[in-house]
């Protein structure tokens, strides 16, 4: 492993903290208001739901979701994605390397007899953070350095990893063999967060989504992916449309774990921490079905750019095709949001990314209209619906649209009872399946690559962070926190 250089790039953030030693300003609202507590969403109690009044966090995410500009008409590159799933990269930007270390996206778009359902996931089934309170500073340490432009900062991402001790598990998932998968379809995916299914009397149990691939699961090393991205930066790109073209159509079998209110009400973990996972041995995998990619797009920019996905389009009646569910011994028939954070958090930013990226009218392209819609929006750029001379105002006695009783019977009566405030939830119990997924999930070579993979990020950061890493996966495995520091010693660099 060769040793990284410091370079004024590198040193960006130790040079403003420098400048700036003797600063005292506290964090205000895009409108000038002081911030009290940043990281932590309104809630009413532990696990309420979010309140709309929280205006600090809504402030926060309407300005992220409007973060990027569209890309430059010419000298941007197209890349992965497809029909009604789509297969992406957190972090990178169009045009970037696809075998780079980074989270990938899994999102499937159903078109239902009852209106779109959208499973917005990821190929790993936990989350960095689990407060949506958190998610614009993740984000924006995986990203570019607003002032050098440069990524990544490994200065940004460990210092936000390690004053975020919840983001032990991912991080570890993220430099294990499964960082780089080989391909889009050699790799499982996961709904990530929790949600909740509503069965025709109106009870809920709660549930996790699984998507397990046919094709097994297979990785890149980093010497290798670092060769493939010099060679073919669209190397997934092109490996799902080749084998959807020669009909080797990829296939996932479809799973979820189910969870009562009261197995929930008495769990070691929290359920809706997206965090932690729902262990196997106590929440097995029931199997729900098949997921077969078989076409590729006939226009990329038509059904892929345009796609919106969205973890809020959920259905809530019951139809025909309705999951059976061992448990409760009845048929799920909703789908509904759990009191977990991120999803509550998800709930209000995809369609306000849409509507700011795509229009207010993003729903009626193509690929991401249901098959009926009859509603009481009415114009707005982009409209092509005419809802044909229908009232635009409800209630009416002109015959518009009418509230759906079967859809009304479904919605869950939630009892809440707590005080509303900001609650920070990250001192959980953040090591325990860290510890697990270490210990017992790995073998001892994919150990070994996991502690190369983090020292190859932690040697350019600066002292301080990587003592703070030490400190911090010590609390996993003391084995691995004095490998890391070891590391580290044999391998230092020099600091400018
Ligand atoms: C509050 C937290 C989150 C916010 C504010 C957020 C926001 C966003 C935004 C703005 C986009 C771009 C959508 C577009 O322009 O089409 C996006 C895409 C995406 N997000 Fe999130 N996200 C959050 C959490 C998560 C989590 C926890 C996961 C994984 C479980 C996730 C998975 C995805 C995926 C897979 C996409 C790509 C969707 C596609 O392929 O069209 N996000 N997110």
Redesign the pocket.
């Known amino acids: 492993m060769s040793v990284p250089k410091r370079d004024v790039a590198a040193n960006q953030l130790s040079q403003f903290a420098k400048e700036h030693q003797n600063d005292k300003e506290s964090i205000t609202t895009t409108f000038g208001a002081p911030v009290g507590e940043k990281d932590a969403s309104l809630t009413v109690g532990y696990h309420g739901p979010v309140l709309l009044q929280d205006w600090v966090l809504i402030d926060e995410?309407a300005h992220?979701?409007r973060e990027r500009i569209p890309e430059r008409v010419v000298h941007a590159k197209e890349r992965v994605?497809l029909g009604t799933s789509?297969f992406?990269q957190v972090a990178g930007e169009l045009g970037y390397p696809d075998t780079v270390r980074d989270i990938r996206?899994?999102?499937i778009k159903f078109y239902t007899d009852d209106g779109i359902w959208d499973l917005?996931?990821?190929n790993q089934p936990v989350?960095f953070v689990k407060d949506?309170a958190l998610?614009?500073s993740f984000i924006h340490v995986m990203k570019r350095n607003p002032k050098t432009h440069l990524r990544p900062d490994y200065d940004m991402f460990w210092d936000m990893i390690t004053l975020r001790p919840e983001t032990t598990h991912t991080t570890l998932i993220m430099f294990s063999d499964r960082g780089i998968p080989n391909s889009y379809r050699q790799m499982h995916g996961y709904?990530?967060?929790t949600y909740a299914f509503v069965n025709a009397q109106g009870t809920f149990v709660y549930c996790k989504f699984h998507w397990r691939s046919n094709q097994g699961v297979v990785n890149l090393s980093s010497e290798e992916a670092e060769r493939i991205a010099g060679r073919d930066p669209d190397y997934h790109t092109r490996d799902l449309y080749n084998a959807i073209e020669s009909a080797d159509y990829p296939s996932w079998n479809f799973y979820i774990q189910v969870m009562t209110l009261d197995q929930a009400a008495k769990n070691s973990y929290d359920p809706f921490d997206?965090t932690k996972v729902w262990l196997h041995s106590e929440y097995p995998l029931i199997p729900v079905g098949r997921f077969v990619l078989n076409k590729n797009p006939k226009n990329y920019f038509a059904e892929i750019e345009q796609?919106?996905?969205d973890p809020a389009h959920l259905v809530p009646e019951r139809t025909e095709k309705s999951i059976w569910c061992p448990f409760t011994f009845s048929y799920l028939a909703g789908i509904e949001p759990s009191p977990d954070r991120?999803l509550q958090?998800?709930l209000f930013?995809?369609a306000d990314?849409?509507r700011y990226?795509l229009g207010p009218n993003y729903i009626q392209l193509p690929v991401n209209s249901p098959f009926k819609m009859h509603n009481y929006n009415r114009d707005g750029q982009g409209t092509v619906i005419s809802q044909g001379g229908a009232p635009n105002y409800h209630p009416n006695t002109f015959n518009g649209p009418h509230e759906d009783v079967r859809a009304k019977a479904l919605s869950p009566a939630l009892a809440l009872n707590g005080i509303a405030k900001r609650v920070d939830s990250g001192n959980d119990d953040n090591f325990t399946q860290s510890r697990m997924f270490y210990k017992n999930v790995l073998k001892a070579d994919e150990r070994n690559r996991l502690i190369t993979n983090m020292l190859t990020w932690l040697l350019p950061t600066t002292v301080v962070l990587q003592e703070r890493a030490v400190a911090m996966f010590s609390n996993v495995d003391q084995e691995l926190g004095r490998r890391l520091r070891e590391g580290l010693k044999t391998r230092q660099h020099v600091d400018l």
């Open positions: 995410l992220f979701t994605h789509r992406s996206g899994f999102a917005v996931g990821n989350f949506f998610f614009p709904g990530t967060n997206d796609i919106g996905m991120m958090g998800r930013a995809y990314t849409h990226r």
